[in-house]
């Protein structure tokens, strides 16, 4: 007779109640029991029940209002009503309010007990298929990050090619430009013009390094840390530069958080990045404020950067990983940063999202998985 | 660092597939006061080795053929005594360490900065070291 299940019993009769429970006890369930509605909620509020059987006639609150407050906190709860002859239509009133259907008293104890399981079949379906949208949910959301990294890997690729390919051009540029400045007898105007080409082509050169730097997908190498550290020696390195850019820098950095699994200097340049970019988001407006704190959330360390800048437009939202992607002034950013962090933080296991509002800042979560002793010892 | 029977001017091998790298260097080297060998490939430059006796060795890693680490190995071989400088991209930080292990001096990354060149070519030659 399918699986047990928790079973509320709702009835002012204690007759009614006894038989119920006993019988529902003998089918396998777990059965409480409740003599008005007031004890119904409070039964309700205990713990999760998958069905109550539910009286409508009681003095105080009758079954329709224990229905519909039961369902404000466990909406999944089905509610089977008893009814007397002559209340039919609150009966069906009751099914409006989503109650799974309803017998008469006097019940034939056979056919209540067919309609409790019926009932639960239809309450388990419902669970696996939550069950299901769960996992299915999962599942886009890992595809949305599989693709993404599919997508940095191969423009990491073709980074890298044309970043090879030019390192040989820049340096002949470069070079022949600084053998031309050696000469002495260069007027002014050449001097100048070739000391043009020579800083253009250093620009060329970072570029070239930034790509390389972004392609080269570097297997971290991970040590047990603990991440409160490596974002106190981030925040030391930038603490200077936000006051001078008026930007206020608030930390709450816990001290005992559990260690993680992770490459020091790949992490300090993910939060690196994140601290410069947020200072750049925030110089010279008002009240500006970046916030960056750690903590401990379901099993992961849990890191945000959050400032109250101008946040990020919506149309952006899908863009901000991708590489190239910058929206600062030419020459100021190479639109790597950012797409560097993600490699880095799923090398780690962890993930990085964004939240933000136009008008209301962003704030970049990022999250690590806490080192379980089964990690500690074996594989480093 | 000079050599009975040999001019007085030091001896740099340039070993880099890359035309404009080789001319390059030539001519940024010889401004400095060095003699000048090129070779343009790991092979060319274990033939030309044989001939001219460098007392400094300018080596790309990236090469067609027997490549820059293999070229390296066969250097410090024959050679243990010739320092070799070696000429690579900037995040191929194991390659380095690698060639390092093999023996190499030094590294350069590029693109090339000839100030960069200039310092380290000078501090190989020196006469303390």
Known sequence: MGSPARILVIDDEEGIRALLSRELTLEGHEVRTAGNGAEALSEAHAGRFQLALCDIMMPDMNGLDVLEAVHQFQPDMEFLMMTGYGTVETAVAAMKKGAYDFVQKPFDLEELLLL??????????????????????????????????????????????????????MSGIMGFTQLLLEDQ??????????????????????????????????????????????????????????????????????KDLPHVFGDPQQL?????????????????????????EASLEAGHVVVRVMDNGPGIPKENMGKIFD?????????????????????IIQQHQGTIDVTSSPGEGATFKLSFPVLTSEDGGGKR | ???????????????????????????????????VAVAESGEQ??????????????????????GGMECLNRLRQLYPRVPVVILTAVVEREAVLEAINLGAQEYLFKPIDLETVTRIVQNQLSPQT
């Open chain 1, 116 to 169: 409790v399981g019926k009932c639960l079949e239809k309450s388990g379906l419902r669970t696996v298929i939550q069950e299901l949208k769960d996992a299915k949910k999962k599942l886009e959301d890992m595809q949305a990050q599989l693709i993404q990294s599919e997508k940095l890997a191969s423009i990491g690729q073709l980074a890298a090619g044309v970043a090879h390919e030019l390192n040989n051009p």
């Open chain 2, 45 to 66: 430059a274990l033939t030309r080795l044989s001939q001219v006796h460098p007392d400094l060795v300018l080596l790309d890693m990236r090469m067609p053929g027997m």
């Open chain 2, 1 to 35: 660092m000079t050599h009975p029977g040999r001019p007085d001017h030091p001896y740099v091998l340039v070993i880099d597939d890359e035309p404009v790298i080789r001319e390059l260097l030539r001519r940024h080297l010889t401004k400095l006061g060095y003699e």
């Open chain 1, 323 to 343: 590489p190239f992607f910058t929206t600062k002034p030419v020459g100021q950013g190479t639109g790597l940063g950012l797409s560097i962090c993600h490699g």
């Open chain 1, 185 to 254: 007898t260069l007027s002014k105007q050449q001097r100048s013009d070739l000391e043009t080409i020579y800083a253009q082509s250093q620009r060329c050169r970072t570029i070239v390094q930034n790509l390389l730097q972004f392609s080269r997908r570097q297997d971290p190498k991970k040590v047990e840390l603990d991440l409160g550290l490596i974002l106190q020696a981030t925040i030391d390195l930038v603490k200077y530069d936000f006051p001078s850019s008026g930007v206020a820098l608030v930390t709450r950095i816990p």
């Open chain 1, 268 to 292: 300090q340049q993910v939060f690196l990045n994140l601290l410069v970019n947020a200072r750049q988001a925030m110089a010279g407006r008002p009240q500006s404020q970046v916030t960056i």
